[in-house]
């Protein structure tokens, strides 16, 4: 079992760490102040100079759209090797972004690459890889306990040449970007005579298209999260050619597996790579606050939590290592297991370490002088992103006790 990076990979590697540690932290502060100055939901004219300034200088080096693994269009890396480049990109916000390799596009371009029609890929999969729009994929349901994706009842109704759709989505990231021009939206097709798993289906809608109503940004733990945005949407017998369905009605299940599953893994990398950039702040802090006379990371329980913090995220890197090196054996229903296994522990794993930054920080950690909160409500939202862990758990816990019966579990 290889989990290590090619000489090549690695040097790319390299030059991706001194981008984000030379060029791009060093803009982090200022690109976000400007949040709020106008409109919350457009770019000020200093932050799309930072941005597409980075972007820019990122192309240029040919560092850019690592995600497209085992791609003639990108650099052929395995999910493993991609691992440690989604860890780096994860210590600062913009990371991945600047290498266009943020979320939810990857999994869209991925949607785009492996399942869509040519004029698709010369709509909307062209302009994404060059990072000139942006897109939202919907699939989570305000009426609906949606990590059940049976129950995704949002209507698709043929009606000619087209597909009419009605019902709302929410927490659909990346819908408030100015820049987002195309969702790719779950919906419910087929009569009662369909079999359940035959009913979901996936299908392209532009984010201009006539019926299309955002009612409201959602907020996660107060914050709406501008310009990028978790937005509530309502399709009012919105119209879309009939040419827009992706492979076909029924097949929504086999695409989501193909998109989710590397998608729930590049999160995991990105939060081992939070819990890193954690680790640093707190021991920086530790040695230079001092009280009682000694530095902090001298008092109380404080080498035991640094310790413990190390160890904890070398386990949840071997681990997404190991889950990569599945995806990477090419056998889905294998990787399955492994990929839930990663998707509860490695946040579970970034917010205990987050937390005690936090707490090494005192009343700097929780206020906006220290990214720190900013970091915690984020990972924290991993918990219930592309499934909840109880859900994660339990498949789990199905194949485990898949070894020793034979019954249904």
Not at 86 to 99: I, N, R
Not at 376 to 382: D, E, G, Q, S, Y
Request: proline share 4%.
């Amino acid at each position: 079992m290889d989990l290590g990076l090619r000489p090549q990979s690695a040097k790319l590697l390299e030059d991706v760490k001194a981008m984000i540690r030379d060029e791009i932290m060093p803009l982090e502060d200022e690109y976000h102040a400007e949040i709020g100055k106008g409109d919350r939901w457009s770019y000020t004219e200093r932050q799309a100079e930072i941005l597409e300034g980075l972007k820019a200088k990122a192309k240029e080096r040919g560092l850019w759209n690592f995600w497209l693994t085992d791609s003639d269009k990108g650099f052929g890396l395995s999910t493993v090797e991609y691992a440690y480049f989604a860890e780096e990109m994860g210590k600062t916000p913009m990371g991945a972004e600047v290498f266009n390799c943020s979320a939810p596009d990857t999994g869209n371009m991925e949607v785009f690459e492996r399942y869509g029609s040519e004029a698709m890929k010369e709509r909307w999969l062209k302009p994404l890889l060059e990072g000139e729009i942006r897109s939202a994929y919907l699939m989570t349901e305000p009426d609906e306990a949606s990590s059940d994706a049976t129950n995704i009842s949002m209507s698709c109704v043929r009606d000619g040449d087209d597909y009419l759709l009605n019902g709302e989505k929410w927490w659909s990231s990346g819908a408030g970007d100015p820049r987002c021009k195309v969702y790719i939206v779950m919906v419910k097709t087929g009569g009662e005579e369909v079999r359940t798993y035959n009913r979901q289906s996936m299908i392209v809608v532009p984010a201009d298209a006539e019926g299309v109503e955002v009612l409201r940004p959602m907020h996660v733990y107060g914050d709406d999260d501008a310009p990028h945005g978790h937005m509530h949407i309502r399709f009012n017998d919105v119209r879309v050619p009939a040419e827009n369905i992706i492979l076909g009605e029924g097949r929504g299940f086999e695409i989501a597996q193909g998109r989710l599953g590397p998608g729930r893994i590049h999160h995991c990398m990105r939060a081992i790579g939070q819990a890193e950039a954690a680790l640093e702040m707190m021991c920086r802090r530790g040695l230079e606050r001092v009280a009682f006379g000694k530095p902090i990371a001298q008092l109380g329980a404080n080498y035991d939590i640094i310790a413990n913090a190390r160890m904890e995220i070398e386990q949840a890197r071997l681990l997404c290592l190991k889950t990569a090196w599945m995806m990477d054996q090419g056998d889905a229903r294998a990787a399955a297991p492994w990929i839930s296994q990663i998707k509860v522990v490695a946040p579970l794993m970034s917010i205990k370490v987050i937390d005690e930054a936090v707490q090494m920080f005192g009343a700097q950690g929780i206020s906006q002088d220290a990214r720190l909160a900013s970091m915690w409500k984020h990972v924290r939202t991993l918990r219930l992103a592309d499934g909840p862990d109880a859900v994660h758990r339990r498949q789990v816990a199905r194949t485990e006790l898949r070894k020793y019966t034979q019954e249904k579990v």
